[in-house]
């Protein structure tokens, strides 16, 4: 069975007719060019390679050189395929499958899912636990200078407030955290908001209070958790967890080359519209927990954070926004006392 195609010899643009037949599981090719003159070649079978099919679009067989074979009659070809007992590969033969492709697609979404619930936060903490303090510390910085060119403003607290309450904090016993560190180097910072009452902790060791939530709370043992609640944040690397899942080939990038400039980029979006997940909120909570039993202070203290929080206006809820609070989180934390 002899096929008509269509020889390029790989090093010039030139045409040439001929067909192509099969004897012994060695491919003839044989034809007469005006320019070549005979045209002859075989190679064994094993030695080519074939394209794919792909709708009416001419197949090709190519030669170990880089000559090739342009098919101008693909139904004739595809019996000459059948008849040497060539079988496409698995993917091919599943490309060509509507059912095998749903499947496969199917298959697909259920791995990403799957990926995203487990794989993505196991391996953010790992990831996160690993980065070098150097990059947490540029990565925070970076992000408090940008707040504070967008939504905060000096603190207007009295000087003698913002030391209290630093010195209150201070006093108090700290924790290891679930992975027996120790409580890492950190700086409360106040700032005032053009978002309202919010507090929240940066990879470089700031936990950022707002006015807004010193007056809102009016309550020192109240704000003592919001701090212990950040400082767990802080010390499980919840935000790097969190931006390496939001900036996952970017954290790689990071640990590979040590560029970190295409993560602090990302970074004012995700600060901007961060969102804990229910683990890590708990982490925290748990946290804040252990710190009040540590230092004998009331988990009534601690849950009227969030239903204040809760009661608070509209215009409040900046916190909120970031740190869901819910009558089960209130509920388990009263439950600890």
């Known amino acids: ?102 499947k496969v697609t199917i298959a697909l979404i259920l791995i990403l899912v799957l990926g995203y619930v487990y794989v993505l936060p196991a391996a953010s903490r790992i990831i996160a636990n690993a980065l070098p303090e150097s990059i947490e510390h540029s990565i925070g910085s970076g992000a408090l200078a940008f707040m504070d060119k967008q939504v905060l403003l000096p603190s207007q607290l009295p000087q003698q407030r913002r030391d209290a309450i630093v010195t209150r904090f201070k006093s108090l016993t700290t924790i290891q955290n679930a992975d027996g560190e120790a409580v890492p180097d950190y700086q409360i910072v106040f700032r005032k908001s053009r978002i309202g009452p919010n507090a929240f902790a940066l990879p470089s060791g700031q936990i950022v209070v707002t006015d807004e939530i010193v ?29 390496v899942q939001t900036s996952t080939i970017a954290a790689v990038s990071t640990v590979l080359f040590g560029d970190v400039s295409a993560l602090v980029a990302n970074i004012p979006t995700v600060m901007l519209d961060l969102k804990y997940s229910r683990d890590t909120e708990e982490e925290a909570d748990d946290y804040a927990v252990k710190m009040f039993k540590a230092n004998g202070l009331s988990m009534q203290s601690l849950a009227s954070v969030f239903e204040k929080l809760g009661n608070a206006s509209k215009e409040f809820s900046s916190y909120l926004s970031t740190h869901p609070a819910s009558h089960d989180r209130i509920v388990r934390i009263l439950k600890a006392e």
């Not at 074979?69 to 059948?82: H, M, P, V």
Request: hydrophobic share 40%; glycine share 6%; with cysteine.
């Open 215 to 243: 007056t809102l709370l009016n309550d020192d043992d109240a704000l003592m958790g919001v701090l212990a609640h950040e400082l767990g944040h802080l010390h499980q690397h919840h935000l790097m967890r969190r931006l």
């Open 1 to 102: 069975m002899a096929i008509s195609a269509f020889y390029f010899d790989g090093k010039t643009s030139r045409k040439h007719v001929v067909t192509l037949r099969v004897e012994d599981d060695v491919a003839i090719v044989d034809g007469i060019s005006s320019v070549a003159g005979v045209v002859e070649r075989k190679c064994p079978l094993n030695d080519l390679r074939v394209s794919e099919r792909v709708a009416s679009t001419s197949r090709k067989v190519t030669f170990p050189d880089g000559a090739f074979l342009e098919i101008t009659d693909n139904d004739a070809f595809n019996t000459l395929l059948a008849n040497t007992g060539h079988q496409d590969s698995m993917v091919v033969r599943m490309q060509q499958s509507w059912s095998a492709t749903v």
